[in-house]
């Protein structure tokens, strides 16, 4: 599915990476008609990565300050991993929008589908 997606892409001309098919963001995944602000190429590594339904459905709208593209980025580059349980990994690093404060995120054990995120008030580095 995501090569279709990838094959209806519109050529980055000032760096957006919005879909002709799916009239949505493929970075953030949402409408185009509700964007406020164009992803740019830097956000394209949120495709890489899928969001369980609850994460969707739950997570954002109670937290919604949090954006999906900082939670890749504690993925990709944290500064505390460690495995929770058997089948989960949880990421932590500084968050510059969040003032600083380290963002927890929660993957399952195959650290691409994120399951839950939110400011960790206790974490200490």
């Given at each position: 599915m995501r090569w279709l997606q990838l094959q209806y892409l519109l050529p980055p001309p000032s760096g957006r990476i919005w879909s002709n098919a799916r009239e949505s963001c493929?970075?953030?995944?949402?409408?185009?008609?509700?964007?406020?602000?164009?992803?740019?190429?830097?956000?394209?590594?949120?495709?890489?990565?899928?969001?369980?339904?609850?994460?969707?459905?739950?997570?954002?709208?109670?937290?919604?300050?949090?954006?999906?593209?900082?939670?890749?980025?504690?993925?990709?580059?944290?500064?505390?991993?460690?495995p929770e349980g058997d089948s989960r990994y949880r990421f932590w690093a500084p968050t510059p929008e969040l003032g600083?404060?380290?963002?927890?995120?929660?993957?399952?054990?195959?650290?691409?589908t994120i399951l839950n995120a939110f400011p960790d008030r206790g974490f200490k580095p």
């Open positions: 493929i970075a953030c995944d949402s409408s185009l008609a509700h964007h406020s602000l164009p992803c740019t190429v830097s956000d394209r590594s949120v495709a890489e990565y899928r969001f369980a339904d609850c994460f969707q459905k739950k997570v954002l709208p109670k937290r919604p300050y949090l954006r999906k593209e900082w939670c890749t980025a504690v993925v990709e580059s944290p500064t505390r991993s460690e600083g404060r380290y963002l927890r995120v929660v993957t399952l054990a195959d650290k691409v």
